[in-house]
Nanobody, 123 residues
Framework: QVQLVESGGGLVQAGGSLRLSCAAS????????MGWFRQAPGKEREIVAA????????YYADSVKGRFTISRDNAKNTAYLQMNSLKPEDTAVYYC????????????????WGQGTQVTVSS
């Protein structure tokens, strides 16, 4: 069992920055690929970014490419999402996700989810 706890969400003005953290406990963090998803009211959950177990490979949705950076520190059992140049359309609940060894590309078949953290970007 893996427990994921997100933090770092909040209210920020457009153009601002936030850094989300996802702290993992339980089983060995380094064997899990990690991802960040978001879900806005009335919309489906969508992938924002993903990172491989070692951190060597990453993926970004087109909507955040060049503005968001995903990273991980396996020694600290933590994944991060640095969000810069935030836009009102980035407003959503952000979730971190873990999948055993397999690179995350979809919200389906995720092994573990965090509880989510709200990000609100005002215009």
């Amino acid at each position: 069992q893996v427990q994921l706890v997100e933090s770092g969400g909040g209210l920020v003005q457009a153009g601002g920055s936030l850094r989300l953290s996802c702290a993992a406990s339980g089983r060995t963090f380094s064997v899990y690929a990690m991802g960040w998803f978001r879900q806005a009211p009335g919309k489906e959950r969508e992938i924002v970014a993903a990172i491989s177990t070692s951190g060597a490979n990453t993926y970004y949705a087109d909507s955040v490419k060049g503005r968001f950076t995903i990273s991980r520190d396996n020694a600290k059992n933590t994944a991060y999402l640095q969000m810069n140049s935030l836009k009102p359309e980035d407003t959503a609940v952000y979730y971190c996700a873990a999948k055993y060894r397999v690179f995350i590309t979809t919200h389906k078949n995720i092994d573990y989810w965090g509880q989510g953290t709200q990000v609100t970007v005002s215009s």
